[in-house]
């Protein structure tokens, strides 16, 4: 009998979308047929990326269509409407967790799955961890005894809280951070030891943020499950993650890591009294190893086949879907089942009513308005990037001076927020759109494009950092703007020569095609402004900022050095060039003054204070403000090529779609051997950086870790 094969449809092209097309794609019987999404950009993107041959915009559309099963990407509040009407047009249903808000329509949903004879399965990922499945089983074996204590913990770190976008669903609401990351734990409880009979909360350590809303960083729930006590910890403070389940049982203690797909099982090792702790230690120490070798060979394994398992998170969605779909026909694992789903978001539920609403709502303060407020007068000053690191600054800059300014975002909720109290005028659109930007010029003498792109491919640069520049440029020509101000890159300098000087009319990289994708597409858009100006009059000024700094940028810089984590770093070169720092209010006052220079037009500028402080110098302070000692380690550009290099063989090998050529000139550039020189900027544009070590090390060190650390 042949195998039955699914017609499947994806429901939201967000970032979670990546996991479930490639666990998809690994399953013989599914075929990924369709993806929909509210911005057809994204669901294009997606639908290239994985093959995908139709491209919805709407629900009605995908409900249209031949799918049999649909994957429910969609943001938590969402969830709920989406899923009946899959339900009740006879679809079969994979929703990502939560399940939803409210535990009285998630039982109605599972019912109506039921009477349907339809599948609805929620998506509790790490329940499917190979790591977990051996801890269920040592549990079921009885090698655990019965079950006094779990322990769950999340302890990682959320940078929505340190960096936003703080319009983001999660934080909008107090209780919001505990639906979208408690499902996790509650999911090992209810797993583990049931449906707690009575639960403790405390909620602590509030931080309130931009748009007036207050979230929990830390968590503690308390709850007794049949006389097994269980605790769960939840914390997204900055420190180093702790993602795992303790369990103290009457044979044995277990310990298991999902965080990185450890699982140990410790228990009286059977030798005298004298000896025990040797080998009951022996034993656990062979445990770690042998799961080490098995996650590497893993990893690898899954790497060459380009599958989904490369790391712990994609093998914990793969195993989850695969379960899903084996289940499909016949009986679902109770684990992902619409009634455990419903158990879960009931659990939560009872957390977060436990929340003490006096402490979790803000005071009301008419004063603050967390909006952008009315120009000063008519926007003669169009800024893209405004709500970026850099351009945030320079729109505080441009406005503290009485000028009208108009902002190009992608999303007004979060440009609302990045600059919120100050009187600019904010135009959504898509900046490759010729009418957008044509109605977002009009009036307009000065253009600041202060914007870039990211990507894994350099076809992405291409299309959305090279063909959006030419574009906006094309248009600034059409409305007669008198300047246009780009800010481009060092990374585009080859600066590994120690005794070169580079100044703002240094050539950029001769090699810069075997350069980074971010240099490359740089140097690139510079080139054909440069060829616009030259053949079409185009008022180009052009800015090259150094390794910026300085508060709302995370203090691991990767301009230092390779962050491994907060506390890991493997430096540039030795360490020990002064590099090309720059606080970031002095590359907004550099631009600010470009405003009304005279003459500039066709200068390049070099935005770096003078040599101040090396990396390790760097890496010192940080240390000493952080009070967490940091640990580089030099590291020859020929040791992180040689990396690389193997890397990209194994990509070329199996025709991975993001392989590159590894350049040994990229990597050796990032020591910044030679000395900049921004001299001409400061003669130019009177421009005065902070030009002390001191200032470097309050603005660029002090002030980022305590704003990163609040």
């Given at each position: ?46 639908a290239t990326a994985f093959g995908i041959p139709q491209v919805f915009t709407s629900l009605e559309q995908l409900l249209a269509s031949d799918v049999e099963v649909v994957h429910v990407l969609l943001p938590p509040q969402l969830h709920g409407s989406a899923t009946r009407a899959l339900l009740e047009s006879g679809r079969h249903v994979f929703l990502e967790k939560p399940m939803g808000l409210d535990p009285v329509e998630c039982r109605e949903l599972a019912t109506l799955a039921d009477q349907r ?280 800059g441009l406005t503290a001076q009485g000028l009208g300014v108009r902002v190009v975002t992608r999303g007004v909720g979060s440009a609302q927020l990045a600059l919120a109290g100050l009187p600019v005028e904010l135009a959504p659109g898509d900046l490759a759109d010729p009418a957008f930007m044509a109605s977002a010029l009009a009036g307009i003498e000065v253009v600041y494009h202060l914007a870039k792109a990211a990507g894994e491919r350099w076809d992405d640069y291409v299309r959305h950092d090279v ?244």
């Amino acid at each position: 009998m042949s195998q039955r094969n699914w017609k499947v449809g994806l429901l939201g092209a967000g970032f979670i979308l990546k996991a479930h097309a490639k666990a998809l794609k690994a399953l013989p019987e599914v075929s990924l047929v369709a993806v929909c999404d509210l911005a057809e950009e994204k669901a294009r993107e997606a639908a290239t990326a994985f093959g995908i041959p139709q491209v919805f915009t709407s629900l009605e559309q995908l409900l249209a269509s031949d799918v049999e099963v649909v994957h429910v990407l969609l943001p938590p509040q969402l969830h709920g409407s989406a899923t009946r009407a899959l339900l009740e047009s006879g679809r079969h249903v994979f929703l990502e967790k939560p399940m939803g808000l409210d535990p009285v329509e998630c039982r109605e949903l599972a019912t109506l799955a039921d009477q349907r004879k339809l599948k609805l399965g929620v998506n509790h990922n790490f329940l499917f961890l190979p790591a977990y499945e051996k801890l269920r089983r040592d549990r079921a074996d009885g090698l655990l005894g019965a079950l006094d204590q779990v322990t769950v913990n999340w302890l990682y770190p959320l940078p929505l809280i340190q960096f936003g976008p703080y319009n983001n669903w999660m934080l909008r609401q107090p209780e919001n951070l505990f639906f979208e990351l408690g499902p996790h734990l509650v999911a090992f409880m209810a797993d583990l030891a049931g449906v707690p009979d009575r639960l403790s909360v405390d909620a602590f350590a509030p931080i309130d943020l931009p748009g007036g809303s207050r979230v929990f960083r830390r968590w503690h729930v308390h709850g007794d499950c049949d006389g097994v006590a269980v605790d769960l910890n939840l914390s997204v403070k900055p420190g180093y993650a702790d993602r795992s389940i303790s369990i103290r049982g009457h044979g044995a203690t277990a310990r298991c890591d999902f965080e990185r797909d450890v699982y140990v099982r410790d228990e009286p090792s059977g030798h005298a009294l004298l000896f025990d702790n040797y080998f009951s230690l022996r034993n656990v120490a062979r445990q770690i190893a042998a799961n080490g070798r098995r996650n590497l060979l893993s990893s690898l394994a899954a790497t060459l086949r380009k599958g989904p398992g490369a790391n712990p998170f994609g093998t914990s969605i793969a195993n989850s879907i695969r379960t899903f779909y084996a289940g499909l026909a016949g009986t679902l694992d109770r684990r992902l089942s619409g009634h455990f789903g419903a158990d879960v978001i009931d659990i939560c539920a009872r957390i977060t009513s436990q929340l003490d609403t006096s402490v979790s709502s803000l005071p009301s303060d008419p004063g603050r308005r967390w909006q952008v407020q009315t120009p000063l007068q008519r926007p003669t000053v169009l800024v893209i990037g405004g709500t970026g690191f850099i351009g945030r600054y320079l729109v505080q800059g441009l406005t503290a001076q009485g000028l009208g300014v108009r902002v190009v975002t992608r999303g007004v909720g979060s440009a609302q927020l990045a600059l919120a109290g100050l009187p600019v005028e904010l135009a959504p659109g898509d900046l490759a759109d010729p009418a957008f930007m044509a109605s977002a010029l009009a009036g307009i003498e000065v253009v600041y494009h202060l914007a870039k792109a990211a990507g894994e491919r350099w076809d992405d640069y291409v299309r959305h950092d090279v063909a959006v520049t030419r574009n906006i440029a094309e248009q600034a020509l059409a409305a007669g703007v008198r300047r246009f101000i780009y800010t481009g890159t060092i990374d585009s300098y080859y600066s590994a020569r120690e005794g070169d000087v580079i100044t703002g009319d240094t050539p950029l990289d001769p090699g810069i095609a075997t350069r980074n994708h971010y240099a490359r597409s740089k140097a690139t858009c510079e080139a054909l402004l440069k060829e616009m100006e030259k053949e079409r009059g185009l008022p180009l000024v052009i800015f090259r900022p150094g390794v910026v700094i300085g508060k709302g940028c995370p203090p691991a810089h990767w301009g230092i050095g390779m962050f491994q984590s907060e506390t890991r770093v493997q430096l540039w070169g030795d360490g020990s060039h002064k590099l090309p720092l720059v606080l970031v209010e002095d590359v907004a006052d550099a631009l600010l003054r470009a405003h009304d220079a005279a003459g500039i037009e066709g200068g390049t500028f070099l935005l770096t204070d003078v040599p101040l402080l090396s990396g390790r110098e760097y890496v010192d302070a940080l240390s000493r403000v952080s009070g967490t000692q940091v640990r580089a380690e030099p590291t020859p550009a020929w040791r992180v090529f040689l990396g690389d290099l193997v890397k990209e063989t194994v990509k070329h090998a199996i025709r991975h779609p993001n392989r590159r050529v590894p350049s040994y000139r990229d990597w050796d550039s990032r020591s910044h051997r030679a000395r900049y020189d921004a001299a001409k900027t400061r003669e130019v544009l009177g421009w005065q950086p902070a030009g002390s070590r001191e200032a470097l090390i309050e603005r660029g060190i002090v002030a980022p870790v305590r704003d990163f650390m609040r």
